[in-house]
């Protein structure tokens, strides 16, 4: 059985947007601080866990959006997210940034509370693990029927990489640099049908787990169609004018 055939997909979430923001900790100072845990332990006390989790880097959170039908709804869910991050921020003492790419101050502690992050810690090359904790940035999920949707959309979205990538640089290109030293499999594929994602999947790793997909146009795990190529803001109509720009690819 091939991993397009593990894939949980909703059909009731054809039409959903979600986001994932991800989002560096800063001291009162200015300097990056490895609070991720304190951040989440408070999210889970004062708002539940839901919304909020962590990345590699221990320096880091993101948020999850709920999936949204429309995007007047999505604009809530990052603005609601925005006031959490805020306030959680204040009582651990940082505050919560769409930087695109961490300077050379960025500390190298790893959110080891999760056994996944522990093992890669370990066994990528160091200047690997360091472009990867030095990168934060944006993903828009677009919820699909089944794998034959997936890969439509997804044969749709990747012609379009190029421009995609360009207009959600806030670096220069330096976070598609690291990103792309940290993730050799980064280009993503055009797919003839299910067969094809299987095999493409098995000859880069990716079959036992969609999480070492590092496509930057991807089909996810959570059975949607992941955009990876945006940067960073701490704009809200910033990460929605991506959106809409990827909406109208979709219909046009």
């Keep these: ?24 900790l800063l001291n009162s100072e200015g300097q990056y601080s490895p609070k991720a845990y304190d951040f989440l332990q408070n999210a889970k006390n004062y708002y539940g866990h839901e919304r909020w989790t962590y990345e590699l880097s221990a320096c880091q959170v993101e948020c999850r959006t709920e999936p949204s039908a429309d995007l007047s709804a999505l604009e809530f869910d990052l603005r609601e997210a925005k006031k959490q991050a805020t306030h959680i921020g204040r009582i651990i003492g940082c505050k919560t940034v769409g930087i695109e790419v961490a300077d050379d101050t960025l500390s190298s502690d790893v959110y080891d509370d999760d056994e996944r992050y522990r093992k890669l810690a370990k066994t990528i090359p160091q ?13 828009v999920h ?19 990489l190029e421009f995609l990538s360009d207009i959600g640089d806030n670096s220069n290109g330096n976070r ?24 493409v999947a098995e000859s880069q790793g990716f079959d036992q787990d ?18 990876r190529m945006f940067g960073n803001s701490d704009s809200v109509n910033h990460i929605l004018c991506w959106v809409k720009v990827v909406d109208w690819l979709l219909k046009h």
């Design 1 to 24: 059985m091939g991993v397009s055939n593990t894939i949980q997909y909703n059909p009731d979430m054809v039409g959903y947007w979600g986001v994932e923001w991800e989002m560096f």
């Design 176 to 199: 598609l640099k690291l990103y792309k030293q940290m993730a050799k499999n980064w280009h993503p594929q055009i797919y003839r049908d299910p067969e094809h994602f299987d095999k």
């Design 142 to 160: 677009i919820g699909c029927r089944d794998i034959h949707h997936a890969i439509e959309v997804n044969n749709k979205l990747v012609p379009h």
């Design 127 to 139: 200047d690997r693990l360091r472009a990867a904790c030095s990168v934060a940035n944006v993903q």
């Design 210 to 227: 969609l999480r070492n997909c590092w496509h930057m146009v991807r089909i996810s795990r959570h059975g949607t169609v992941e955009l």
